[in-house]
């Protein structure tokens, strides 16, 4: 996400529910993202193997401020710590910060 706010054109994040997967496939334009996400039954699989679930087109401002909610969100009920309990990784800190440094910088270029 950081990387669209800072101007990048297109993001991917895979997350894994073995066995299906689920890509979020982000493309910004503007001010604004689309946003398509893709169930997969392999994750190793190609975009056309996906079947699109979901798919919206939002500010990248509304995208922004929900991510770093929800990561916030996440820290606030498992912890830093507790994430690495939970689901084998460590929490993201630097990169929530980052996002979150980068989402303030852009703010008033994206009027939210």
Same mark, same amino acid.
């Given at each position: 996400?950081?990387?669209?706010?800072?101007?990048?054109?297109?993001?991917?994040?895979?997350?894994?529910?073995?066995?299906?997967?689920?890509?979020? =496939?982000?493309?910004?334009?503007?001010?604004?993202?689309? =946003?398509?996400?893709?169930?997969?039954?392999?994750?190793?699989?190609?975009?056309?193997?996906?079947?699109?679930?979901?798919?919206?087109?939002?500010? =990248?401002?509304?995208?922004?401020?929900?991510?770093?909610?929800?990561?916030?969100?996440?820290?606030?009920?498992?912890?830093?710590?507790?994430?690495?309990?939970?689901?084998?990784?460590?929490?993201?800190?630097?990169?929530?910060?980052?996002?979150?440094?980068?989402?303030?910088?852009?703010?008033?270029?994206?009027?939210?």
């Amino acid at each position: 996400m950081a990387r669209l706010v800072t101007g990048e054109a297109e993001a991917r994040v895979q997350f894994e529910a073995e066995p299906t997967a689920f890509r979020w =496939i982000l493309y910004r334009e503007g001010t604004d993202v689309w =946003i398509r996400v893709l169930k997969l039954t392999d994750g190793s699989k190609h975009d056309n193997a996906g079947t699109e679930i979901w798919s919206s087109q939002q500010s =990248i401002g509304t995208v922004a401020r929900a991510v770093v909610r929800c990561f916030d969100e996440v820290a606030r009920t498992y912890g830093e710590s507790g994430c690495r309990g939970k689901w084998g990784e460590h929490f993201p800190c630097f990169e929530l910060e980052a996002l979150r440094e980068a989402w303030h910088t852009s703010r008033p270029l994206d009027n939210t």
